[in-house]
């Protein structure tokens, strides 16, 4: 079945073909885009939705979030708020919660958060392990990781499990681990950081989740300017995540690539941390892409506009770039490109705001302006 979109006061399709359209229209057929331009050319469908002047953009990409897990760290944000610092060290915290919980305790949670997200225009989402930490525990968060999206990342290196060795834990991540996960998962990541794992250890993770048919993404120079983002651009990574303290050689060693470097202003806000410098990688001519990290820790919101407005207001990025790392940007990330945009072919994945222009989703911070979604062709909200 068609249906017409009809009298969209500003279309943002983040697809350099279409650009900007403004009084445009978009024809869906099925779970695909088959149409899109100035409304005066339409051609008929079998439904018409009318947008009545808002503006209408691509379903947000949330390339980065850990969604399974049990408990909550607000005793932990209320002091970091006081004052204390953010060190990773909490996420031990979190897995403890995790090995606790039961299977269904888990999905319920994967569940609220895909719900949340999808209500706030997001139409892809990325789960990662990470909270689980022993073979069964990490295996079983990406079981029902892959329930929810088919985008799963094995995060088995995410810390060293309280009283484990890190070389010993390495090769375990490297080893058993990773053959009981990779069945379900599609990416490899490793938190390279200072108190985590080394930049040799992160290797020797991402390299065995390579062999093993994984495709490499990490955390990398969230908390220093450690040696992550050089291995993911040696490596090939689609991402290099945070990016949050860079070299002038991490940048152009970013830009003279194909590693997205994927922003996430939702753990500085939370951490209470300086934001990435968005203005320099892009001016240098790297990639970016902007996701929420949606975990119990560094970062607890599911919103993308919430980080869109925050890489306006503290990145130095324009609204457009903003958008567009949210959307195309994301679907970069993810070597993906039937998402992010809306172009004739690509999914049928995009949000109506409750606003003539995009500009509205940094300028109303806070102000639920989602106010239709279309996922895969369907109107869900
Ligand atoms: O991306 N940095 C490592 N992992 C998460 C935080 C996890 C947590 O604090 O529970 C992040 O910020
Ligand atoms: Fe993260």
């Known amino acids: 079945m068609s249906v017409l979109i009809d009298r969209i006061g500003e279309l943002f399709t983040a697809d350099p073909a279409h650009g900007v359209l403004e009084d445009a229209a978009v024809v869906l057929d099925g779970d695909r885009v088959a149409w899109v331009g100035p409304r005066s050319r339409a051609p008929e469908a079998d439904e018409r939705l009318d947008a009545d002047g808002r503006a209408v953009v691509p379903g947000f990409v949330d390339s980065h979030a850990h969604l399974v897990f049990a408990g909550d760290r607000s005793a932990e944000f209320a002091a ?183 922003l996430l202003p939702g753990a500085e806000f939370s951490t209470r941390s300086p934001y990435p410098d968005a203005r320099r990688l892009i001016d240098t001519g790297a990639a970016v892409a902007l996701a929420t990290d949606c975990n119990p820790g560094s970062s607890y919101t599911s919103s993308m506009a919430f980080c869109v407005a925050l890489a306006v207001r503290e990145m130095g990025m324009t609204p457009a770039e903003a958008l567009t790392a949210a959307t195309a940007g994301g679907a970069a990330a993810l070597r993906r490109d039937d998402i992010g945009r809306i172009a004739v072919g690509a999914r049928a994945d995009l949000a109506v705001l409750a606003a003539p222009s995009c500009v509205h989703l940094a300028y109303r911070p806070g102000t639920p302006l989602i106010e239709a979604v279309v996922h895969g062709g369907t109107r869900v909200t």
């Open 80 to 262: 970091r708020m006081a004052g204390e610092p953010y060190t990773g060290g909490g996420i031990r915290t979190t897995v403890a919660a995790t090995r606790e919980a039961s299977d269904e305790t888990l999905r319920a949670n994967v569940a609220r958060l895909t719900a949340e997200m999808l209500r706030q225009g997001t139409t892809t989402w990325e789960i990662k392990s990470g909270y689980g930490l022993t073979v069964a525990d990490e295996a079983r968060s990406l079981r029902i990781a892959g329930e929810f999206t088919a985008e799963t990342t094995y995060l088995g290196a995410h810390t060293v499990p309280f009283g484990a060795d890190a070389d010993a834990y390495t090769a375990l991540a490297c080893g058993p681990m990773l053959d009981a996960c990779a069945p379900h998962a599609k990416w490899v990541d490793v938190f390279c950081e200072k108190g985590a794992f080394d930049g040799d250890q992160a290797r020797a993770v991402l390299t065995a989740g390579v062999a093993k048919g994984l495709l490499p993404r990490i955390h990398a120079n969230q908390l220093t300017a450690g040696p992550g983002v050089r291995l993911a651009v040696e490596l090939d990574a689609a991402s290099a995540d945070h990016c949050t303290h860079l070299t002038d050689e991490d940048v152009e060693a970013l830009a003279a690539s194909s590693t997205v470097a994927t």
